[in-house]
């Protein structure tokens, strides 16, 4: 899921740092994170944006047009992240009313912490960031030892995206053009008044060598993805439709089964059965139970896609391929697709149904059935 933001915002992503402090070869926004550069996931997190800026070094305009020409407006960056955000504030100018200010090297930033600094945007608060408070005892230090503590209590940490009204943080950007740690610094200057919105522990900012690994672990631990397959048979016979993918089709026989004999439906409930490690539909719907005699095949995907839901998947896509010589399924593939969407309550362009013979060969060439095959992709953010 992305955050889909209001018209008129924006986002600025700032990656124009040397990340010497990271060090590596190249600067760490541009390094490997699990697959995938930390810059591509930081701007992955606006893609529910109308207008994305991002920020760049010089030395790395080739590349960013490379990997990210096209969705967002690309310029260089300065000698420091004001100056960059700067640059970033001037390519917005009469273009959004608010601006969120990311850092290109905060990768794992949420959509709830996204959404926290948009819903106090549009609450009305001028400006607003996410922090977390800070739990630590705070030490002074100097030589390796201990010279003083300092309060803790109404400390945070500040986190990025931070969102401000776009004329506003622009105005505090001329009036006070100096470095500064981050937006919030500058809007206090300017007078502006910041909402503190709720941070994650996840939302770290890659700063040193250690970071890597942990941004990792965070994303290793928080994924979970199960594939499932399905396949299943049912035998021609008495009849004058089949029920295929929750579709039904006039055809010169029918299917015979316990329930509707939908065969398609039933390979992908077993899918994300298999998914869940949960057995499969004889399972849950024995079929020595009488009540689910001739039962629309929707029941037992309903029962599946609610099942992946409670133990907190979302389907990444499900794909069902009919085996069979006839009836044609190319003309009801598109109903199919939106009727099995429609009950696993997902977009129907994560919904595959198609089709092929088995060149007369086998059972279904001999049209004595029809099989199916499924695969169901579960993913837990
Ligand atoms: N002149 C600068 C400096 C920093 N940044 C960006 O601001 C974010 C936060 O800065 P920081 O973590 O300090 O990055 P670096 O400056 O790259 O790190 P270092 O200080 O270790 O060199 C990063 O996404 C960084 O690329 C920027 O756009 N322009
Ligand atoms: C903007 C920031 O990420 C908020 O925590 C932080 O101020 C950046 O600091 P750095 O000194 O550029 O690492």
């Known amino acids: ?84 955000v700067m640059a970033g504030l001037h390519a917005l100018e009469g273009q959004a009313t608010h601006v969120l200010i990311h850092d290109g090297a905060r990768p794992l930033v949420g959509d709830a912490v996204i959404q926290g600094v948009i819903d106090a945007l549009q609450g009305g608060a001028p400006a607003a960031a996410p922090a977390l408070p800070v739990s630590d005892a705070l030490w002074k230090g100097a030589g390796g030892a201990v010279t003083g503590t300092t309060p803790r209590d109404g400390l945070f940490r500040a986190q990025t995206p931070q969102g401000f009204a776009l004329d506003q943080i622009s105005n505090a950007h001329r009036l006070h053009p100096h470095d500064a740690a981050d937006d919030v610094e500058l809007a206090l200057k300017a007078g502006i008044p910041v909402a503190i919105t709720p941070g994650s522990e996840d939302n770290l900012k890659i700063t040193f060598p250690a970071d890597f690994a942990r941004a990792e672990r965070i994303l290793g631990t928080a994924m979970d993805i199960r594939l499932g397959n399905g396949y299943d048979v049912h035998a021609f016979g008495p009849g004058n439709h089949v029920w295929l993918c929750g579709v039904q089709i006039a055809h010169e026989a029918g299917l015979v089964g316990h329930s509707d004999a939908d065969v398609g439906m039933h390979a992908l409930t077993d899918a ?52 069979c010589e006839m009836p044609k399924i190319g003309p009801h593939a598109q109903a199919m697709q939106a009727r099995l969407a429609q009950i696993m309550g997902v977009d129907a362009s994560r919904i595959s149904v198609k089709a092929t013979t088995s060149e007369r060969l086998g059972f279904t060439g001999r049209r004595e059935g029809i099989a199916a095959i499924a695969t169901a992709a579960l993913i837990k953010a």
């Not at 060090?23 to 930081?42: C, H, N, T, V």
């Not at 020595?288 to 133990?311: M, T």
Request: no cysteine; glycine share 14%.
């Open 1 to 84: 899921m992305t955050v889909t933001a209001p018209p008129g915002y924006a986002a600025i992503v700032t990656a124009a740092g040397r990340g010497t402090r990271a060090g590596g070869g190249e600067p760490k926004q541009w390094r490997d994170l699990a697959g995938r550069s930390i810059l591509a996931r930081s701007l992955d997190a606006f893609a529910g944006f109308d207008r994305v800026v991002l920020v760049v070094h010089p030395d790395d305009m080739a590349r960013a047009i490379r990997d990210f020409a096209g969705g967002v407006t690309i310029v260089t960056g300065g000698d420091t992240r004001a100056a960059s």
């Open 272 to 323: 994300i059965y298999g998914a869940l490690a949960e057995g499969d539909i004889g399972r849950h719907f024995p079929p020595s139970d009488p009540q689910w005699k001739g039962a629309d095949s929707a029941i037992f995907l309903a029962h599946a896609a609610d099942l992946a839901r409670e133990r907190g998947f979302t389907f990444g896509n499900a794909d069902v391929t009919l085996i």
